[in-house]
């Protein structure tokens, strides 16, 4: 395993116990067997571990929804995919970024960051919207189904699903299928 492999590891394990706020990169290196200069040949700071820890080590998800064809499979199994994958995007990166919003500094260093690389979490909702106005031209949803609200309406249930999980682990299962028979109707699928 490289050296920048093992930082992005040991990185994801400490932003998961301590959080992205609380974590440092002395720690970070230590934990992953490094000095901190040599985290810092690899990153050149905090928030751009952050980011590549988001982007490399995390479940994948924008690319999931980047990978829809419209008019393959269904909408309904294309947005259950989605919506499953989304929760588990969630709920995995909760424990790391929930404590960005407690410190301004680091939030706007990371805005900064997300900027720079192109990224974000509008991009989510900016490709599913894409993939539902596809669809729409298709003529596979309504022609009266309005796609940005759909696709917020659809993350958003993921995105609260997956924050109440992190206080009860015993949250109802099957919350995609639930999502998607419950726009259904919008969608006139």
């Known amino acids: 395993m490289s050296t920048r492999d093992r930082i992005l590891d040991a990185a994801v394990a400490v932003m998961r116990e301590r959080g992205l706020a609380h974590a440092t990169t002395k720690e970070i290196a230590r934990a992953a067997g490094f000095s901190e200069a040599t985290l ?51 709920t995995d990166s909760f424990p790391i970024s929930g404590s960005i919003f407690a410190e301004p500094k680091v939030l706007d260093a990371h805005r900064v960051g997300l900027r720079r690389a192109g990224s974000g979490p509008h991009k989510a909702n900016e490709s599913l919207t894409a993939y539902l106005a596809a669809e729409q031209e298709l003529g596979r949803i309504r022609a009266d189904a309005d796609p940005p609200t759909l696709a917020a309406l659809l993350l958003g249930a993921c995105f609260q699903h997956a924050f109440l999980r992190q206080f009860d682990d015993d949250v109802e299962p099957g919350a995609a299928d639930r999502f998607v028979a419950a726009l259904a109707p919008a969608l006139g699928l």
């Open 40 to 90: 810092y040949k690899h990153f050149t700071d905090k928030t751009e571990l952050f980011v590549r820890v988001l982007s490399e080590r995390l479940p994948r998800f924008v690319p999931i929804v980047d990978q829809l064809r419209p008019g393959d499979a269904t909408v309904a199994d294309n947005l259950r995919a989605v919506a499953a994958a989304a929760i588990e995007f969630y």
